[in-house]
């Protein structure tokens, strides 16, 4: 159990260091609904649907790479500069053609009313791709605080400036209050939507500055054959991470060009609130990766990862009733009234999430036997399965149709995942339990949303009830954990 338990602070490490950034990030949800009307709110969504697509293609899977190999590969400094360096040229092209083609990017990208996002695009892409590296060294090799101390700063940044020019400045503007005039002429000169975009690249540039030291302490060299081999195990979940953002944002893009610019920015705020669930899954994230590689050999690494399964599905239940039962008391602290429309989309979108969890604990099947072929195909099918649907339905039943496409793309990709995972990795996941778990959370949450919105009494009580029963049926290996002494 010791292992779980160092797997768990190294999970709640991480999880300050993702997840409460985020979590801080989400809160200027209301200020952006506040600050900018629905259709502006749009091209929000839209700048960052390219922002998640383009960064799949710049770090083309070498993260998990990194993993893979940081532990097989005894000389570390040539595994970091050659993952750098190559990146860097990628990078480096990149910016040469975004730049010389800017003209092309602009009508592509939907930038023709505002270029300065397709500047802000390129350069916030090409200092978040090159940090890439040195983070994933700092996971790598257990440095999990100084990783969360850099990205709580990037984060600190990046909120000090969307609060001064989206909330404080407007307000001291409606109030007639003195403001000084380098921050007034920026204020009056820039369009409302690219200071979401400038406090980012800002915070990007300085959370590089920090995080140089640990790249120029390696000695540099370039192996060839190692980047080929990187590749080669990398390549295809470059495909899976592009079909993710496909499966993730398409249907942003559908709402928008098929119904409305209005409707795909009520639409994407709503969606905002599913954040808690894939907080939830990027703190898991970032502890498990290298932690299932890391104890792969162990002679019980199968079991370990069946309980670290089953775990996961007990929070990530917890997470899913929590969010529904209290959907209304949050949506009126992080989304104007004026974005409510689409809130029926939270409880389908935290489902599927939580099944998109619930996959990528399986995938480590995939990962540890460099069979990552297999979850490019699940996601090529979840990417499919989300076309098809948000294309045919989207017309007829409107925007939950993408709610409905996102869930059934993800329960599939799980499924797949499980049903062939057996064949070439079997792990002895405890599944009565975990559908028991998953049923129960279900069914409280339809109870909850269906027939006592904002009655909480009643919902606060089912999940008592809930939380009660699990604590009930783990509490000999919770209190084995927590007891153990490493």
């Known amino acids: 159990m010791s292992t779980l338990k160092r797997f768990f602070k190294d999970t709640i490490i991480y999880g300050i260091a993702a997840v409460l950034p985020r979590v801080i990030n989400f809160l200027l949800v209301k200020v952006h609904s506040d600050a900018l009307q629905t259709n502006t709110y749009a091209e929000n969504t839209n700048f960052y649907i390219w922002i998640a697509l383009l960064a799949v293609l710049l770090t083309f899977g070498m993260e998990t790479a990194f993993f893979r190999f940081y532990k097989s590969e005894e000389k570390k400094d040539a595994l970091v500069s050659t993952v750098f360096i190559s990146i860097l040229i990628t990078v480096s092209v990149f910016v040469v053609l975004g730049l010389t083609f800017s003209e092309t990017f602009m009508q592509l990208l939907d930038f023709k009313n505002n270029p300065l996002q397709l500047k802000l695009l390129i350069g916030i892409l090409a200092i978040d791709t090159l940090m890439m590296v040195p983070f994933a060294y700092l ?13 709580l700063i990037n984060v600190a940044i990046i909120v000090t400036i969307n609060l001064v020019f989206l909330k404080f400045i407007p307000q001291f503007l409606s109030e007639e209050k003195s403001i000084p005039s380098l921050l007034l002429k920026a204020y009056n000169s820039t369009a409302k939507v690219n200071f979401i975009f400038i406090a980012n690249i800002i915070g990007s540039a300085i959370s590089f500055l920090l995080l140089l030291p640990y790249l120029l302490k390696f000695k540099w060299q370039f192996s060839g054959v190692l980047l080929k081999k990187i590749i080669t195990y990398s390549w295809p979940i470059a495909v899976a991470g592009i079909a993710y953002v496909i499966n993730e944002n398409l249907d942003k893009i559908l709402i928008g060009r098929m119904l409305d610019k209005n409707t795909m ?42 309980k670290i399964l089953n775990y996961f599905i007990i929070i990530g239940s917890l997470v899913f009733v929590g969010i529904v039962v209290f959907i209304d008391f949050l949506k009126q602290l992080f989304i104007n009234e004026r974005f409510w429309e689409a809130i029926v989309i939270v409880p389908i979108i935290l489902l599927a999430n939580l099944f998109l969890g619930i996959y990528h604990n399986l995938a480590v099947w995939y990962k540890l036997t460099d069979k990552t072929r297999f979850g490019m195909w699940f996601s090529i099918i979840g990417a499919i399965i989300t076309i098809i649907f948000n294309v045919v339905l989207i017309p007829v039943i409107g925007f939950i149709a993408s709610a409905w496409a996102t869930l059934l793309a993800y329960g599939c990709m799980m499924l797949l995942s499980y049903f062939i995972g057996k064949k070439h990795y079997p792990v002895p996941y405890n599944l009565k339990k975990s559908g028991i778990y998953l049923t129960a959370a ?4 339809f109870i909850s949303f269906m027939y006592f919105r904002e009655n909480y009494w009643v919902s606060t009580g089912l999940v008592l009830m ?17 007891k153990s002494k490493k």
Do not use: H, Q
């Open 466 to 482: 809930y939380g009660s029963l699990i604590f009930w049926n783990e509490k000999t290996d919770l209190l084995t954990i927590i």
């Open 139 to 151: 996971r790598a090799s257990n440095k999990p605080v100084k990783y969360a101390v850099i990205k």
């Open 265 to 306: 920015g009520i639409y994407a705020a709503c969606y905002k609130l599913a954040i808690f669930m894939n907080l939830y899954i990027m703190a898991f994230r970032l502890g498990a990766e290298p932690f299932f590689f890391n104890n792969s050999s162990k002679a019980n690494a199968k079991e370990v990862y069946a």
């Open 442 to 445: 279900v069914f409280i949450a």
